[in-house]
C-alpha cells in the first residue's frame, strides 16, 4: 500500500470476534494507521458521529444491525461527517439480492470471505480509488 495509508483512520466492525482480530491484525501489520474495532454495528455508528475516518470496513452480518441497515444508518441524517466516507462490507455467502441492496444502499465495495491480506488490501486500495 502507499504511503497514505499509514495515515488512514478506518473503523472496522466485525461482530465474530475472531474475524475482527484476524482483521485488526491483518490492517495493522499492513501499516494502517489508526485502526478503531467495533463487534456491534450501533457501537460503530455511535462512534462515527464525532469523528470523521477514511475508511469503514463493516461486515455484512453485523448486529444489531445487519451491512444494508449500517449502510442506511451511515449514510442517513445524523451522521453527516461521515456520510461519504468509504464503506466496505466484507460478505460470507450472501446472495447476490442482498449484495445488490447493499450496494444500493450506498456500500461503495463488496469483499468476500475468506480473503487474503493481499485481497484485503487491493479492495482497500479499489475502494478508496472510487472515492477519490
Do not use: C, W
Amino acid at each position: 500500500m502507499s504511503d497514505r495509508f499509514s495515515e488512514l483512520k478506518i473503523v472496522l466492525v466485525q461482530n465474530d470476534i475472531a474475524n475482527k482480530t484476524l482483521i485488526y491484525k491483518l490492517l495493522k501489520q499492513s501499516g494502517a494507521g489508526e485502526v478503531t474495532a467495533f463487534v456491534k454495528s450501533t457501537d460503530a455508528l455511535s462512534h462515527l458521529k464525532g469523528i470523521s475516518v477514511d475508511l469503514v470496513i463493516a461486515d455484512m452480518d453485523t448486529e444489531p444491525l445487519d451491512g444494508v441497515a449500517f449502510t442506511h444508518a451511515l449514510r442517513g441524517p445524523g451522521l453527516e461527517i461521515n456520510r461519504t466516507t468509504p464503506l466496505m462490507l466484507t460478505v460470507a455467502g450472501a446472495s447476490a439480492g442482498r449484495i445488490k441492496e447493499a450496494i444500493d444502499a450506498g456500500a461503495n465495495n463488496i469483499l468476500a470471505k475468506p480473503f487474503s491480506q493481499s485481497d484485503l488490501l487491493k479492495r482497500i486500495g479499489m475502494t478508496l480509488k472510487k472515492i477519490a
